[in-house]
């Protein structure tokens, strides 16, 4: 049964930096096509990076430069690497994972595993 545990949200100030990470098991990590997703409050979830078997990594816009997505096969975690934080990205972040193969354009409907997210508070 595959399942996907985050942890390492938190609260912190804009400019800070979170580390998130994605427990996975009833799969190798390293199999699958993984992003992580956010949803702000009253807003829709929005993909923010995603990493294929390969591991080459996909970022949207607002986090490229500044978030950083891997894999840590040994562990068989996802982790998200979060710098320079900004208010407006305060939300759940939640980590996904697909048996296909997605796009990469960080749609949410390519991915059929999510875990049940972590919140992610950034104050000014």
């Known amino acids: 049964q595959v399942q996907l545990v985050e942890s390492g949200g938190g609260s912190v100030q804009a400019g800070g930096s979170l580390r998130l990470s994605c427990a996975a098991s009833?799969?190798?990590?390293?199999?699958?096509?993984m992003a992580w997703f956010r949803q702000a409050p009253g807003k829709e979830r929005e993909g923010v990076a995603a990493?294929?078997?390969?591991?080459?990594?996909r970022y949207s816009v607002p986090v490229t430069g500044r978030f950083t997505i891997s894999k840590d096969n040994a562990k068989n975690t996802l982790t998200l690497q979060m710098d320079s934080l900004k208010p407006e990205e305060t939300g759940m972040y939640y980590c996904a994972a697909s048996d296909g193969r997605p796009s990469f354009d960080l749609y949410r409907y390519e991915y059929n595993y999510w875990g049940q997210g972590t919140q992610v508070t950034v104050s000014s």
């Open positions: 009833g799969f190798t990590v390293g199999r699958l096509y």
């Open positions: 990493i294929d078997t390969e591991g080459t990594k």
